[in-house]
C-alpha cells in the first residue's frame, strides 16, 4: 500500500524514515515538498534543543519516547560528529531589577522563556563559577540556576539532522517529489480515496499517486494543504503560524575545548528585563557556533514557501543587539560591554507551527470529516501530523515512529489518546 507524506521537513522526513523500518515497499513511499528547497523553515533553522521531560501530560510519554530515539539514533550513527549531538546543560537566567526575581515561563504560552517548564531539576541549585559558560556575559543583577541536566538535555543541528534522516530514507529507496504540490485527492467510481494528484512545479505537469494513505506534515502549512486537498470538508486544523528570527554566531570565548572540557553544551534561556524586551535563549553546539532565537512574532504573514520567507531587519537588528549584550566582550567587572567580537554566520526567520493549547496533532481524520462523502479503504486513512510548536526537532522522531505504527494499523510505542482534535 503507497503512502503519500505531504510535507519534507523534520516530522515528514522522521515518518519516512521509521515507515522504511517496517514497510515491506519502502519505495511505495512518497514526500511531497513544495519548496524548491528542504528544510528552509523552522526544520533547519531551529535552535535544535531537545528535552525528555518538559512536557505536559498529553505530551509527556511522546516527549520520553522522541528523547530516547534521539539517543539511540545518535550512538547508532555517530549522531556527535554527524550532527551535533551532545547533552546538554540547561540554564535559567533570572536578572534582579530591584522588583524581585523575575523568571522565565514557557516563551510560547506566556511570552517568555520556556525554562520555566522544566520538573527535572525543582528549585535548582546556582552553579559555580566554573561551571558557567565562557561565553556567556555576566549580567548585572543576573543569576544562573540549573534547569535542565545532561540526563533530559540535548543538543542538535537540526539541517545536519534533517540531511541524514532524508539520505537514510533516499537510500531505502523513498521517492522525494521537490518542488511539488498536492493539489487534489482521486476517488474512484464509488467515491474511494485511491490516489493524490502532484504537480511538478518545476515543469508544471500533473501526475497521479496511487495511494490510500494520505499524512499531512506540513508544519505551519499544513491546514492549506488540506484544504487544497479536501475543499468541500468544514474541518479546519487548528493550527497557526509563529514567526521567529534568529541568528548563529561565533565568539572567541566559545571553542570546542570549552565543550570538551564540560562534555556538554550549555542552553540559556532567559526571562524579558529592562535590557531586552523578549525571552532570548542561546544555545551553543558542538560545531562552534551559538544559536541565539527568542525573538517571535504571530503578526509576520506566512508566505507561499518556506523560500520565500523575509527577514525583518529592525527585527534583526534588535535581535542583534541582545545578543552582544548576552555575550559581548565585557569589564573584568561585567558592568559594560567593552567590545563587539562577535561573528555572525547566519541570519534566519522560520515559521513554527502552533495550535492553541501548546500540544501537537497526531491523529486520524474521521473519515466523515473529509467531505463530499469521500470513502476511505480498508487499512487507509487520512493523517494529521503538526503542530509542535517550538518543539518540532525534540518531538521529531517519537512522532515519526507513531505515525508510522498508526498508519500501519499497529500498537504504538506510546499513547497519544491526548494528541487528537480537541
Known amino acids: 500500500m503507497a503512502i ?11 515518518t519516512a524514515y521509521y515507515l ?10 512518497h514526500v511531497i515538498e513544495s519548496a524548491p528547497r528542504l528544510f528552509a523553515s523552522a526544520s533547519g533553522y531551529a535552535g535544535g534543543f531537545l528535552a525528555k521531560d518538559w512536557f505536559s501530560a498529553p505530551v509527556a510519554p511522546l516527549g520520553e519516547l522522541s528523547f530516547n ?13 554527524r550532527w551535533g549531538y551532545a547533552p ?8 534582579d531589577e530591584g522588583k524581585g526575581v523575575v523568571r522565565g515561563e514557557d516563551w510560547l504560552l506566556e511570552g517568555t522563556s520556556r525554562a520555566g517548564v522544566s520538573t527535572a531539576a ?5 552553579l559555580r563559577k566554573d561551571g558557567v559558560p565562557e561565553w556567556l556575559t555576566r549580567q548585572k543583577g543576573g543569576t544562573l540556576e540549573t534547569t535542565g541536566t ?6 542538535v543541528e537540526p539541517r545536519q539532522l534533517c540531511e541524514f534522516l532524508m539520505e537514510k530514507c533516499r537510500e531505502r529507496g523513498v521517492q522525494l517529489h521537490m518542488p511539488a504540490r498536492a493539489t487534489g485527492v482521486v476517488r474512484g467510481e464509488d467515491g474511494t480515496l485511491n490516489g493524490i494528484v502532484v504537480q511538478n512545479d518545476g515543469t508544471n505537469r500533473l501526475a497521479t499517486i496511487e495511494c490510500e494513505s494520505i499524512i499531512l506534515a506540513a508544519g505551519a502549512w499544513t491546514p492549506s494543504a488540506f484544504t487544497q486537498l479536501f475543499p468541500e470538508s468544514k474541518l479546519k486544523i487548528p493550527i497557526s503560524p509563529l514567526a521567529g528570527h534568529s541568528i548563529n554566531i561565533r565568539s572567541p570565548r566559545h571553542t570546542l575545548a570549552n565543550e570538551e572540557r564540560y562534555g556538554i553544551c550549555h542552553a540559556i534561556f532567559a526571562a524579558p528585563s529592562k535590557d531586552w524586551s523578549f525571552a532570548p535563549e542561546a544555545i551553543s553546539r558542538m560545531g562552534g557556533e551559538i544559536f541565539v532565537g527568542g525573538l517571535n512574532s504571530e503578526t509576520i504573514p506566512l508566505p507561499r514557501l518556506a523560500t520565500d520567507t523575509k527577514i525583518d531587519p529592525k527585527a534583526m537588528e534588535e535581535l542583534k543587539k541582545v545578543t552582544v549584550k548576552l555575550m559581548g566582550l565585557a569589564t573584568p567587572d561585567g558592568e559594560e560591554i567593552e567590545k563587539d567580537d562577535l561573528e555572525v554566520t547566519r541570519e534566519a526567520l522560520c515559521f513554527r507551527p502552533v495550535t492553541r493549547d501548546g500540544t501537537p496533532i497526531l491523529a486520524r481524520i474521521e473519515d466523515k470529516r473529509l467531505g ?7 487499512g487507509g486513512g487520512v493523517y494529521v501530523a503538526a503542530g509542535h510548536g517550538p518543539w518540532g526537532i525534540s518531538l521529531s522522531l517519537g512522532t515519526g515512529k507513531i505515525m508510522a505504527e498508526m498508519v500501519q494499523g499497529v500498537k504504538t510505542s506510546v499513547r497519544v489518546d491526548g494528541l487528537g482534535w480537541r
Not at 4 to 14: C, S
Not at 122 to 126: A, K, M, P, R
Not at 372 to 378: G, L, P, R, V
Open 69 to 81: 530515539l534521539h539517543r539511540q539514533l545518535a550512538q547508532e550513527y555517530h549522531g556527535q560528529k
Open 150 to 155: 545532561a540526563d533530559g538535555c540535548a543538543q
Open 372 to 378: 463530499n462523502s469521500i470513502k476511505i479503504a480498508k
Open 20 to 29: 522504511c523500518e517496517s514497510h515491506s515497499n519502502p519505495s511505495s513511499i
Open 4 to 14: 503519500v507524506i505531504v510535507g519534507g521537513g523534520i516530522i515528514g522526513t522522521a
Open 122 to 126: 525543582g528549585e535548582g541549585d546556582i
Open 88 to 95: 546538554s546543560m540547561t540554564l535559567s537566567l533570572t536578572i
